[in-house]
């Protein structure tokens, strides 16, 4: 098996910046190197070091460039790349007028395949190598999801998206066709190489009673897969959720009522939580996720960070594609910076860059295989030019330390800054 030694700058972490001072759990080194054999990194470590002991490896240097692992992105509708930036409506027009018609051309397995393999492609020019995406309710959505993954070696959690009521009649399902459906489903392909499957109810308002039950008791059978779903994203949809479910404590409440709270669950956006439910999650062991872009595009809210992560919530980032505006998770940190702020909390590039590599693949129980660079870590990488452009390169002159170098392409950067990716042990 080839040895391949990366050299630059590397930056990981040996622990959670947000439950413990940054300074302790970042390992950050100007002289670093990565070895990476048969699709794994094998250390990661000081370049002199690691060039003496390993003389027969093939070298790349990439001089002053970060090596870091690809980036994580927690939540996704890989179906909705092609309706991105959709002006001028909140989330239920908004589900109503653009996603639901374009879900519904992916029902052609041709054009599902198309936009599954475009979409990758994207994420990977942009650094992304993991992501937890949503299909169709179209179960050839998902196989087409799956095979544009395998087809590039990446390695990718999905689900087919179930709904049975207040959707299209091309879209909806029934409570029995949504469990038979993920059931084939998970059995084709959770765990086959690098596929992870999560039982994926839309939300609360497109599923019946009936619908989230069944998928409850299919997270019972196969308690190894994720679950994916919504949760308080806008307050619209918080007040429509209450009127669905009556008997409901909250909107947490609907999923945990039907057996869809769990520790492998993951729940995007999170925005409106009430303080039981966020109790609730932290006690479960259940992850949130920091959804920023999406959340300012669709006017959803301010998402609290620090709050969260005081409680002990498990906390993740995404892009949120479509609903999201930017494919890049050097933006989407930005957009959670910038939210913080908002709330008066500035979140550290390290909490920010561990956010979307270790926290991301934490919260879909990856950690250790992505997001990480360490022994043992599949090898998906990321490689960033910090002097990516020249405003980013003035700004990054001025600077004092690692951080004051990093943090403007945090802030400013974007695919321009990605210099190589490496998927599964090969540079693309
Ligand atoms: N809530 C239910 N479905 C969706 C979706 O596709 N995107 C977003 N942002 N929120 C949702
Ligand atoms: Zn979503």
Redesign the pocket.
């Known amino acids: 098996m080839a040895l391949n030694l990366l050299l630059g700058q590397t930056l990981g972490f040996t622990g959670d910046p947000f439950q413990q001072p940054w300074q302790e759990v970042t390992r950050h080194r100007r002289d670093g190197a990565v070895l990476v054999e048969d699709g794994h990194i094998r250390a990661v470590g000081a370049r002199s070091t690691l060039t003496t002991e390993h003389p027969q490896a093939n070298i790349t240097d990439y001089g002053k460039d970060l090596i870091i692992p690809g980036f994580v992105d927690a939540h996704v509708?890989y179906p909705?790349t092609a309706i991105i930036a959709s002006w001028g409506k909140r989330?239920i027009d908004?589900?109503n007028t653009y996603?639901f018609p374009e879900e519904m051309r992916l029902s052609d397995p041709d054009y599902a395949a198309e936009v599954a393999g475009r979409y990758l492609d994207i994420a990977l020019i942009h650094g992304t190598t993991t992501m937890a995406s949503?299909c169709t309710s179209a179960p050839g959505s998902v196989t087409s999801y799956f095979e544009a993954a395998a087809k590039r070696r990446m390695r990718v959690v999905g689900g087919k998206?179930c709904m049975d009521r207040n959707a299209p009649d091309g879209l909806v399902d029934t409570a029995q066709r949504a469990y038979d459906e993920s059931k084939a489903l998970i059995d084709n392909w959770h765990g086959k190489d690098r596929a992870v499957y999560a039982i994926t109810p839309?939300?609360s308002?497109?599923s019946t009673p009936e619908q989230l039950h069944a998928l409850g008791e299919l997270w019972a059978e196969r308690p190894d897969c994720l679950m994916q779903t919504?949760l308080a994203?806008?307050t619209e949809?918080i007040a429509w959720v209450r009127e669905l479910f009556p008997n409901a404590r909250d909107y947490l409440d609907t999923y945990a009522q039907h057996g869809l709270l769990g520790a492998r669950g993951v729940y995007?956006?999170s925005v409106h939580l009430e303080s039981r439910e966020v109790d609730q999650l932290a006690e479960i062991g259940a992850s949130v996720v920091h959804?920023p872009t999406?959340n300012m595009f669709?006017g959803?809210g301010l998402f609290d960070l620090m709050g969260l992560a005081q409680a002990k919530v498990g906390l993740g980032l995404a892009s949120?594609i479509?609903?999201?505006s930017n494919f890049s998770m050097l933006r989407t940190m930005a957009a959670a910076y910038e939210v913080a702020q908002l709330r008066g909390m500035a979140a550290h590039p390290a909490q920010l860059m561990w956010l979307a590599s270790e926290g991301s693949a934490k919260t879909l129980h990856l950690q250790g295989k992505v997001g990480h660079l360490g022994a043992g870590a599949e090898a998906d990488l990321c490689v960033l030019n910090l002097n990516s452009t020249h405003a980013i390169d003035q700004r990054g002159r001025n600077a004092s330390n690692f951080w004051e170098v990093l943090f403007p392409t945090i802030m400013m950067g974007d695919d321009r800054a990605v210099r190589q990716v490496w998927v599964a042990g090969q540079p693309l």
């Open positions: 509708h909705q989330l908004w589900l996603t949503y998206t839309r939300f308002p497109t919504h994203e806008q949809e995007g956006h959804c999406s669709i959803s949120d479509g609903g999201g």
